[in-house]
């Protein structure tokens, strides 16, 4: 599935602002201390609309939906949110039930990091990568990508602004890819709106990076 995307992404200037932006979030969330390795991948493909995250904490996101971002803070907003499908186990809950093994689990993982010699590998990413998500799953990495935004000092409601950009491409002929594996619950702007006013009563600091 990596190299379906076109592999990774050549710019390295972009990769090390993912590279940037990934590790703020988890030091100050404190998840870098998890037990997870996190690594965060930049993907070439400047057609398709998408961010996964396999069990483990690979995550990725295509240029083309990097490119639509407008500010370090969106960019957060989707790697928070990724980062909890990660740290809520929804992807690892999902094999299970699926009666994926462990093993094959790891070759994933070891896929991800360059090595896609086993077809059985590039299966297992294929079937999680086009894995739905429930709407519960989604609220709930929803909202820990929100506190993982303010811990960080990034303006969460900066997702809303990526709420927009899957809104407008979900506009054309072919939905996003983004959509198809995270189904839009209807009402998750409004969710992000409620969480955000839980967290900020008193309105969001101006001092919070875009």
Known sequence: MVRQHGGLAADENAQRVVDAVGAELLRASGIDKSGYRFDFHLLADT????????PGGQ???????FNKLKSKGQLAGVLGHEIGHVIARHGAQRMAKQSLTQGLVSSVLIGANGDQS??????????MVNMKYGREDELESDELGVKMMAQARYNPLSMLAVMKVLKAASGGSRQPEFLSTHPDPGNRAERIEQIVAALFPEGVPPELRP
């Open 118 to 127: 086993t077809a059985r590998a590039a299966q297992m990413i294929g079937s």
């Open 59 to 65: 995550c990725f996101i295509t240029a083309a939906l």
């Open 47 to 54: 057609q398709t609309i998408n961010a996964f995250a396999l």
